[in-house]
């Protein structure tokens, strides 16, 4: 392995499995009491419009990226770096897991710049700072990452200092920076479906390339693609999962494919 940690694996839960992933969450502690490192980043997306609608902000997505105003970062921070991160935390510890909810604002973790100026404050990852990764995880703990970064990059005055980053981006730049042996991404639908909505349990970078290319591959997928493509500079697997199914991750992680997995030519 590349790094001085072990073996990790990068899950990131989906904002849709969000609620209906505890299971998954179950999972995960049975990995950490295998001695597995996880890191975990989450979405929040459908929670996010919730409380966006409940302070009548509406969301406008382009390319799949919600467009970030300053009263709507306002909300993405609250929900994912607050609810969406201690809900999650609250239920690991609970079922006797032990995790540490952090954003990517944490120790610097998620150093970003924005990504398209028509987009708002959204942003893309520029760096990793691992400090805060490599104190959590020897330690026994599992962190729990909300996508918020750093706007450490290119920041005009009087722009906010954080910046709202799509969450399978930072799984995807965590899993490089850290050099995972896995990365699995929990969503809501079966897995990469071809023109004709059946599942695609295997495809090669090329083939996942051409199906973004071809637009078979939209919204919503596109960052996680983009993300495996990105992660396989270093690790051996990467999937992007039904995290509806029960136990999705566990089995996954067990060799019984639950989803698409992209592997090396
Ligand atoms: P998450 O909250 O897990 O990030 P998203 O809604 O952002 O979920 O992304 C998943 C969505 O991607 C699916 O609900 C589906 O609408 C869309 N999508 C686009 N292209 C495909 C494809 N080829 N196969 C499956 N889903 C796709
Ligand atoms: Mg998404």
Redesign the pocket.
Known sequence: MSNKLGKVIVV?L????LGSHDTAIEDMVELQKQGKLLVVVH?G??LITEWLSKQGISSRFVQ?QRVTDEATLEVVTSVLAGLVNKEIVAKINGLGGKAVGISGVDGALIQARIKDRELGYIGTVVQVNLTPLETILPSGYIPVVAPIGLHSFDKPDGDPLMLNI???AVAGEIAVAIGADSLI???????????S?NL?PQLSPGEAEA?MVSG?????????VEACLRALSTASNTSIID?RQPHALLREIEGQGVGTTIKGD
Request: aromatic share 0%; hydrophobic share 35%; with cysteine.
């Open positions: 990131k989906g904002g849709a499995t979405g997306g459908k799949g799509n969450a399978d991404l929990l969503t809501d639908v079966v897995g990469i479906c071809n023109q909505g695609l199906l078979v591959v939209s919204g919503g997928m596109i960052p996680k995290g």
